[in-house]
C-alpha cells in the first residue's frame, strides 16, 4: 500500500475496524472519545467529507497516515502504511466504483484458496468463542484482489463449489450460494440430520459437542446441513428426504421460525424443533458465547 492509497481509506471505517464508534454525528462531522488517551467528553472529530480527524485537547490533526502513527507509536510512514494494509485487508470492499453491470465476483482477482491460518481470522474466530481447530477442519481461507487491494476471509465451501466469506466486517458468497452437507461417514447417511442456517452456527454446536454440551446436543450419530440462507429452503427440503429425525438448529427471529414451519408442514413429527434448548438466545453461538437476548 502507498500513501495515495492510503488517503482512500475512510477514517471513519478504519475507526470502526478497530472498535471505535462515534459519540455523535452532525454534518459529515463524527465525534469520538479519543482513541489514544481517557477522557469523558468526546473532543475528537472526524471530518468524513475532507477525510481528516482533528483533536481539539491537543490541538492536532491529520490523515489516516498520521493517526495510525499516534495510535501505535510509529515513527515512520512506512510502519504505519504496513498496519493500515494489514488491517483494511478485513474491511468490506466498498462496491461504489463498480459499474452496476459488474458484479463483485467479476470485478476480482487472483481468487486463493489457502488453508485456514491467519493470526487476524483466528483471533476473530475465537472471540466468538469457536474452538479454531474445529474450523480449520471445516473451513479454508480465501485471498483476492478487488479495485488494486488485497482482502481475505474465512471461507466455508458448499456443494456447488461456491464459498460462504466471512470475516469480522463483511459477510458474503463467492460463486454459486448453496447449501452445504457434512456426512458423519462419506459412504452412508445417518438417521438423524442437524439443520442450520449459518455455518457459524454449525461450528458452534461442534464446538459445544466437543466440549461434551448436553443441554444442545443430539446423543447420536449425526450428518449436518448448512442452508447458508434461509433463501436456499427448497434446496434444503430435498436434501432432507432421506432422514428419519431432523434437528433443526434455526435462529430465534422471523425467519427462522418460517423456515422452521415449513420444514414441519413438510417433515411433520420427523421435525424436531430444537431452538427450545436455547430460547433465550438469539443462535447457537449466542448460546455458546451466553449472549442472552
Not at 484458496?113 to 481461507?141: F, G, M, Q, V
Amino acid at each position: 500500500m502507498n500513501i495515495s492509497e492510503a488517503k482512500q481509506i475512510r477514517i471513519v471505517d478504519f475507526l470502526q475496524s478497530l472498535g471505535y464508534k462515534p459519540v455523535r454525528t452532525a454534518n459529515n462531522q463524527y465525534w469520538y472519545l479519543s482513541p489514544y488517551r481517557e477522557e469523558h467528553t468526546a473532543s475528537f472529530k472526524v471530518n468524513d467529507r475532507l477525510n481528516e480527524w482533528y483533536d481539539f485537547a491537543i490541538s492536532e490533526g491529520g490523515g489516516l497516515i498520521e493517526l495510525v502513527m499516534r495510535l501505535y507509536g510509529m515513527h515512520t510512514v512506512s510502519e504505519a502504511l504496513r498496519l493500515i494494509a494489514c488491517q483494511t485487508a478485513l474491511l468490506p470492499p466498498s462496491l461504489a466504483q463498480i459499474q452496476p453491470d459488474t458484479t463483485t465476483e467479476d470485478a476480482m482477482r487472483g481468487i486463493k484458496i489457502l488453508p485456514l491460518e491467519h493470526h487476524a481470522l483466528l483471533s476473530y474466530l475465537r472471540s466468538r468463542y469457536i474452538n479454531t481447530d474445529i474450523a480449520r477442519r471445516y473451513c479454508l481461507e480465501i485471498h483476492y484482489e478487488l479495485r488494486k487491494r488485497h482482502y481475505f476471509s474465512i471461507a466455508f465451501e458448499n456443494m456447488s463449489g461456491g464459498y460462504e466469506i466471512r470475516n469480522p466486517y463483511y459477510k458474503g458468497c463467492i460463486r454459486k450460494k448453496d447449501i452445504t452437507c457434512i456426512f458423519y461417514k462419506p459412504d452412508a447417511i445417518q438417521q438423524h440430520i442437524c439443520v442450520y442456517e449459518g455455518f457459524m452456527d454449525f461450528l458452534s454446536y461442534m464446538t459445544l459437542k466437543q466440549a461434551g454440551d448436553t443441554v444442545v446436543c443430539v446423543h447420536a450419530p449425526c450428518d449436518h446441513l448448512v442452508m447458508n440462507s434461509v433463501s436456499n429452503l427448497k434446496r434444503t427440503l430435498q436434501a432432507l428426504e432421506p432422514y428419519s429425525y431432523i434437528h433443526c438448529y434455526l435462529d430465534n427471529d422471523i425467519a427462522g421460525q418460517k423456515a422452521l414451519e415449513t420444514i414441519a408442514g413438510i417433515f411433520g413429527i420427523k421435525t424436531v424443533n430444537e431452538t427450545a434448548r436455547y430460547s433465550e438466545y438469539k443462535d447457537l453461538n449466542d448460546y455458546l458465547r451466553g449472549k442472552k437476548l
